[in-house]
């Protein structure tokens, strides 16, 4: 397993991914361009407070071709969506200690893009982490959360 944050751990992500004909049958058709951004809160150890980590994430019909890391915010233009929110939800999120839905709902982890498309594919999201939770893809080198 690689460590988090890792170009091991950012390709284990994309053949877990990809791996899943059943998942990526339901992704809708086309190209779909990701931004997420992790804001250090002081609770992860991973990203260090006032500071951020960007990951952009490329997706046509329905494969993973892109998971990494960027070197600062990613521009929205071309953008589908962009999540933002603490570093520790995003980490509960990869732990399978938080739901992912829930988070966005309750807006702890802020969403722009279109709404009601991401509604339509709410339960491809609860699957998808559901996959990933299963798998063990990760080493939390620095500790799990909830961080004990």
């Given at each position: 397993?690689?460590d988090?944050y890792s170009d091991g751990?950012?390709?284990a992500?994309?053949?877990?991914?990809n791996?899943r004909?059943?998942?990526?049958s339901?992704v809708?058709?086309?190209?779909?361009?990701?931004?997420?951004?992790?804001?250090?809160?002081?609770?992860?150890?991973y990203?260090?407070p006032?500071?951020?980590?960007?990951w952009?994430i490329?997706?046509?019909d329905?494969?993973?071709?892109?998971?990494?890391e960027?070197?600062?915010?990613?521009?929205?233009?071309?953008l589908?969506?962009?999540?933002?929110?603490?570093?520790?939800v995003?980490?509960?999120?990869?732990?399978g200690?938080l739901?992912?839905?829930?988070?966005?709902?309750?807006?702890?982890?802020?969403?722009?893009?279109d709404?009601?498309?991401?509604?339509?594919?709410a339960e491809?999201?609860?699957?998808?982490?559901?996959?990933?939770?299963?798998n063990?893809?990760?080493?939390?080198?620095a500790?799990?959360p909830?961080?004990k």
């Amino acid at each position: 397993m690689p460590d988090i944050y890792s170009d091991g751990w950012y390709q284990a992500i994309i053949e877990l991914a990809n791996s899943r004909d059943d998942l990526s049958s339901r992704v809708p058709a086309g190209e779909w361009r990701v931004a997420i951004e992790l804001e250090g809160d002081g609770l992860s150890p991973y990203v260090p407070p006032g500071t951020t980590r960007y990951w952009f994430i490329r997706l046509v019909d329905g494969k993973m071709l892109e998971f990494r890391e960027a070197p600062g915010k990613i521009p929205g233009q071309g953008l589908q969506y962009r999540f933002i929110g603490p570093a520790h939800v995003f980490e509960g999120v990869a732990a399978g200690v938080l739901d992912p839905v829930e988070v966005g709902l309750n807006g702890t982890i802020t969403v722009r893009g279109d709404m009601r498309l991401l509604m339509q594919h709410a339960e491809l999201t609860n699957v998808i982490f559901e996959v990933y939770a299963h798998n063990n893809v990760t080493e939390w080198s620095a500790g799990k959360p909830p961080y004990k």
